[in-house]
T-cell receptor
């Protein structure tokens, strides 16, 4: 089946710095990538949707200047948390839809971000 | 706006004690209902996709069913390794694009 590789799995950064999270589709071309945020014991909240070669579409209440999403190729999407603050600490997960597969969403393994 | 509600929030079962999880949804034009399993600190793992009322799918001890208003995930004779959070999500009509709307999840703990 399709695999989405997400890195890093854990990252600790200082307040005010930026952090980049990568998601790569290993076997198929990802036409659409979704980025979610998940707080402890809560469900997934969609942050943004990115299509290859176009600007990301952000959900209401998500700051596009703070959470920069790039989907420059069919195999790589990145989420950069800029000027991170402790309240940005969370679990971030990506998900992809693939061109070669008729349906289905494959999730990455997630990134635990801790801002100190 | 699409809405998904899962119940119960948490479920404690003895090994072998079968039970069902509920996923109620409100959506304009359901294109698919998804069940995922999520272990702590991991991304969701795909279980099933259901497309139309009356459809059923099975995988080992899990069986998913779908009606026009809700879906059930039945766990038959669960084992401790079935302990996880089970997430339900819907893909609505074309106006919603391809994004999924998730329920709050049901945390299942199976004790030996």
């Amino acid at each position: 089946g399709a695999v989405v590789s997400q890195h890093p799995s854990r990252v600790i950064c200082k307040s005010g710095t930026s952090v980049k999270i990568e998601c790569r589709s290993l076997d198929f071309q990802a036409t659409t990538m979704f980025w979610y945020r998940q707080f402890p014991k809560q469900s997934l909240m969609l942050m943004a949707t990115s299509n290859e070669g176009s600007k990301a579409t952000y959900e209401q209440g998500v700051e596009k200047d703070k959470f920069l999403i790039n989907h420059a190729s069919l195999t790589l999407s990145t989420l950069t948390v800029t000027s991170a603050h402790p309240e940005d600490s969370s679990f971030y997960i990506c998900s992809a839809i693939f061109r070669q597969l008729s349906y289905g969403y494959t999730f990455g393994s997630g990134t635990r971000l801790t801002v100190v | 706006e699409d809405q998904v509600t899962q119940s119960p929030e948490a479920l404690r079962l003895q090994e072998g004690e079968s039970s069902s999880l509920n996923c109620s949804y409100t959506v304009s034009g359901l294109r698919g209902l998804f069940w995922y399993r999520q272990d702590p600190g991991k991304g969701p793992e795909f279980l099933f996709t259901l497309y139309s009322a009356g459809e059923e799918k099975e995988k080992e001890r899990l069986k998913a069913t779908l009606t026009k208003k809700e879906s059930f995930l039945h766990i038959t004779a669960p084992k401790p390794e079935d302990s996880a959070t089970y997430l339900c999500a819907v893909q609505g009509g074309r106006a919603a694009g391809n994004k999924l709307t998730f329920g709050g999840g049901t945390r299942v703990l199976v004790k030996p």
